[in-house]
């Protein structure tokens, strides 16, 4: 009989489904927060159809979005999982020891292996958020230029 690991939290990340935050993303329930009983001064279907394709890309992007979250997320919890099935290793080796001494060994393998896997998936943590700052900048200015471009399409735009 293999013992469950006390620190899987597998299920917990289930939230970040690329399927479910599809459903979230879904163009057609966006617009339909638009539409109101009354007469709208626009066509929000033409626009919609208009938009369609611009729509489905971003519903794409956010889906890939979340892949990639979902699977910094799974890789933490490798790490966690290989850390602490170690220390469970490691205290399953001192099986035979009893007292004191043993307790106390069985705690520190499993606080070192904790602690480690802490550090490393920080450490995951901040390259990935370093690597979004860098793809972020990379497009930075192109966002800057396309609002002063529509600010001077705007009626008294300058």
């Known amino acids: 009989m293999t013992a469950k ?11 970040f489904d690329p399927e479910d935050v599809k459903k979230v ?18 066509d929000m279907s033409g626009l919609f159809d208009t938009n369609r394709k611009n729509l489905e890309a971003m519903v794409e992007a956010n889906k890939a979005a979340a892949g990639a979250y979902k699977d910094l997320l799974d890789k933490q919890m490798d790490v966690f999982g290989q850390l602490t099935s170690a220390a469970q290793e ?9 007292g ?17 896997a802490m550090g490393l998936m920080q450490q995951l943590a901040e390259n990935a958020r370093a690597a979004n700052e860098e793809a972020y900048g990379a497009i930075k200015d192109q966002v800057v230029s396309a609002v002063e471009e529509l600010s001077k399409k705007a009626p008294g735009g300058k």
């Not at 490691?90 to 009893?98: E, P």
């Open 5 to 15: 690991n006390p620190f899987d939290v597998t299920s917990m990340f289930s939230m």
């Open 25 to 42: 993303f879904d163009p057609t329930k966006m617009f339909a927060a638009f539409e109101t009983p009354q007469k709208t001064p626009f």
């Open 90 to 98: 490691h205290v399953s080796k001192l099986g035979d020891m009893t």
């Open 100 to 116: 004191p001494d043993a307790l106390s060994q069985q705690s520190k393998a499993y606080s070192e292996a904790v602690e480690t």
